[in-house]
């Protein structure tokens, strides 16, 4: 990785009024090179998801820079060139498809705001990309499982065409058994596209299969990074890390333990 | 029901692929039918709305008789074969002049909603999405129309404006689309936070494209039930304000200015005030009871 993608310096998010003012993301940094997959995790509430957002430009409120090609972002709303380059896949696949839109207008407006050409056919094509037959397109969100809500909240993503992906627990509100499904979508999509991930999650399965580079989050700061060879051999440095792992294998192995 | 033999429209609209964007809109719309339909006291609601409108709609052929012509030696006289509400204090027929009010009661109550929810709603998305201080310039006019009772307001502005239907429905109109505001505003404060909404601005949607086809359409529901609901209030006010001799005026049909005057026989003849108190009553329990249908078929949080 000769030149980084994205890359994100001395980012720090704040939270409430002056008086109790919560500093929740600190001092946070990383940067990612083109077709590689970067994992942030840590336990709920450390502020990955923060990270994502304000790198998203959905919160304007933080101090640091976020560079797209070694450009700056602005921090007030992200032009059209921003958003064609960078899209993001929501948690919750429940909320974040309006319930009232018919999946063929879900794909069909970012199509319309950035002036597209032959959209039905890319409609067609990205439906047939993330699995779902293109007679789904005139279906409602109410009428979908949540596997095949969130296929839709990642083809809507991908009809951008963009080369960054911002994943916020892509799987973490499916079913055990709908995750390796939409985390098999996401390995495929990436090979097939060459994209670049940024991937944020709680769960060090979910990440281990995803990223080549994890960085491990604890109140607010990124207190180590790892390659995921790293993680599998359990070669952690900071003791919080080694903690964290060995939960996470301990409850993996205790599903397991339940599943036989 | 999901015969895949059906054909035609029936088996358009159970089809359970749909093939176009219609398609798909008309079986929501058709489902939305059914549900209502299962509500049998809302269906009743609506049945007896859509006879007020045939019945306005087709009043010269209905009407037993003139609705203004007079005739002095049949005044008061209660019902009977050929009167069947009876006659007013002029002799006129109470039947067709309550066949003939229909329309003004309708009128009134279809103008004043047409006024009343694309301003609240206008009003209360674009409050409750910017926030700040726009939401809390409007919010404190909001406030100034609240704080008064919406029939002393209604009062105020016809007797500014001077007495008169069309006048009515402006006051009508000023006194209720604050709360539709609110309401509005009240909705696009969750509405504005969820990930959709967030989704639509990560893909560059406009804030007006975001009011319209995000914010709007979640709106709508509770709107159009909060309206319906209203249609109520306002037959009632509007009665009132004719009873008070400030809406339509003498020798119009209209059922609140007929209550009026049939106050002054109450004790001797009794339906010249009963038969268009009857009528406002009925009335407004049919919108009511549609409107509550309305809200079990549409308001998200009902489903």
């Known amino acids: 990785m000769t030149q980084s993608l994205l890359e994100v310096t001395d980012l720090n998010v704040s939270f409430g009024e002056e008086d109790e003012r919560h500093h929740v993301v600190k001092d946070v940094g990383f940067h990612i090179g ?25 919160n304007s409120d933080y101090d640091g820079s976020i560079l797209l090609d070694a450009q700056k972002q602005p921090k007030a709303r992200r032009g059209a060139g921003f958003l064609r380059r960078v899209q993001m896949v929501f948690q919750d696949p429940y909320a974040s498809l309006h319930p009232r839109k018919m999946v063929d207008k879900v794909l069909r407006e970012p199509l319309q705001i950035h002036g597209f050409d032959r959209q039905r056919q890319r409609i067609d094509e990205v439906l047939v990309q993330v699995g779902l037959d293109p007679s789904f397109r005139y279906r409602y969100p109410h009428e979908l499982s949540g596997g095949q809500r969130q296929r839709v909240v990642v083809a809507r993503a991908l009809i951008m065409e963009p080369e960054i992906l911002l994943l ?88 397991e333990g339940d599943a036989t | 029901m999901d015969d895949m ?116 709603l ?83 949607a406009s804030h007006l494209r975001i009011i319209w086809s995000d914010v709007i359409p979640m709106c709508l529901p509770s709107v159009v039930v909060r309206v319906t609901l209203n249609m109520a209030i306002v037959i009632l006010t509007a009665a009132g304000l004719g009873f008070l001799g400030l809406g339509a005026q003498p020798p119009s049909p209209e059922w609140g200015a007929m209550l009026s005057t049939g106050r002054e026989f109450m004790m001797n003849a009794w339906w010249v005030a009963a038969m268009p108190g009857i009528a406002i009553l009925l009335t407004s329990l049919a919108v009511n009871l549609a409107g509550d249908g309305l809200r079990d078929v549409l308001d998200p949080r009902h489903d």
């Open chain 1, 34 to 58: 083109r077709g590689e997959c970067y994992g942030l995790i840590g336990e709920s509430g450390c502020g990955k998801t923060t990270v994502l957002r304000a790198i998203a430009g959905l």
């Open chain 1, 168 to 255: 916020d627990e892509p799987t973490s509100a499916l079913d055990v058994s709908v995750q390796a499904e939409i985390l098999n979508l996401l390995t495929r999509v990436q090979r097939e596209r060459g994209l670049t991930y940024l991937l944020v999650s709680h769960d060090m399965a979910v990440i281990a299969h995803v990223c080549q580079r994890i960085g491990m989050m604890q109140h607010g700061r990124i207190i180590e990074e790892m390659t995921s060879e790293a993680v599998r051999n359990g070669q952690a440095q900071k003791q919080y890390t080694r903690e964290f792992l060995d939960a996470s294998a301990a409850f993996a192995a205790a599903l």
């Open chain 2, 5 to 120: 033999h059906q054909h035609g429209f029936r088996g358009w609209l159970a089809a359970p692929v749909p093939a176009s964007a219609a398609q798909a809109r008309a079986q929501q719309i058709w489902l939305g039918c059914k549900r209502f339909a299962a509500n049998r006291s809302a269906l009743a609601g609506l049945v007896f709305l859509l006879l007020l409108v045939i019945v306005a709609w087709l009043a010269p052929l209905i009407a037993p008789y003139n609705p203004f012509q007079q005739s002095l030696s049949a005044r008061l006289t209660p019902p009977s074969a050929a009167h069947w509400f009876g006659t007013d204090e002029l002799g006129r027929d109470i039947l067709s002049r309550i066949i003939y009010g229909t329309r003004i009661t309708l009128y009134i109550a279809v103008l004043t909603a047409g006024i009343v929810a694309p301003v609240g």
């Open chain 2, 122 to 204: 206008i009003v209360g998305t674009i409050a409750g999405y910017f926030g700040g201080w726009i939401d809390l310039v409007l919010m404190r006019i909001v406030d100034v129309f609240l704080a008064f009772p919406s029939l002393i307001l209604a009062l105020a502005f016809v007797t500014a404006l001077g007495p008169g239907i069309e006048n009515a429905v402006i006051a009508l109109s000023l006194a209720a689309w604050p709360p539709i505001a609110r309401l509005a505003r009240a909705e696009t404060l969750t509405i504005r936070k969820s990930d959709y909404v967030a989704a639509m601005r990560m893909q560059g």
